[in-house]
Nanobody, 126 residues
Framework: QVQLVESGGGLVQAGGSLSLSCVAS????????MGWFRQAPEKEREFVAA????????YYADSVKGRFTISRDNAKNTVYLQMNSLKPEDAAIYYC???????????????????WGQGTQVAVSS
């Protein structure tokens, strides 16, 4: 069982930056591929970024590529999402998710993920 706790959300002006963190409980964090997803009001949950269990492989949604960076520190059981050049359309609840990984895979749809955090709100003013 893994518990995930996100933090770092808040209100920022367009063009600004935020750094999200997701801390996982347990001693097997390095076995999990991690992902960030977001959900805006009345919209479906959408993929943002993913990282393989050891971190060399990452993947981004086209909408955030070049602006967001996903990283992880397995010694701290933490995955990060650095968000730069934020736009009003980035506003959403951001969730981290974990999945026992096979090899160096990452996963870009919600369905494979076994564990989810409670989310952290990101608001972007124009």
């Amino acid at each position: 069982q893994v518990q995930l706790v996100e933090s770092g959300g808040g209100l920022v002006q367009a063009g600004g930056s935020l750094s999200l963190s997701c801390v996982a409980s347990g001693r097997t964090f390095s076995s999990y591929a991690m992902g960030w997803f977001r959900q805006a009001p009345e919209k479906e949950r959408e993929f943002v970024a993913a990282i393989s269990k050891t971190g060399p492989s990452t993947y981004y949604a086209d909408s955030v590529k070049g602006r967001f960076t996903i990283s992880r520190d397995n010694a701290k059981n933490t995955v990060y999402l650095q968000m730069n050049s934020l736009k009003p359309e980035d506003a959403a609840i951001y969730y981290c998710a974990a999945k026992i990984a096979v090899g160096d895979n990452y996963y870009i749809t919600p369905i494979p993920y076994n564990y989810w955090g409670q989310g952290t709100q990101v608001a972007v003013s124009s």
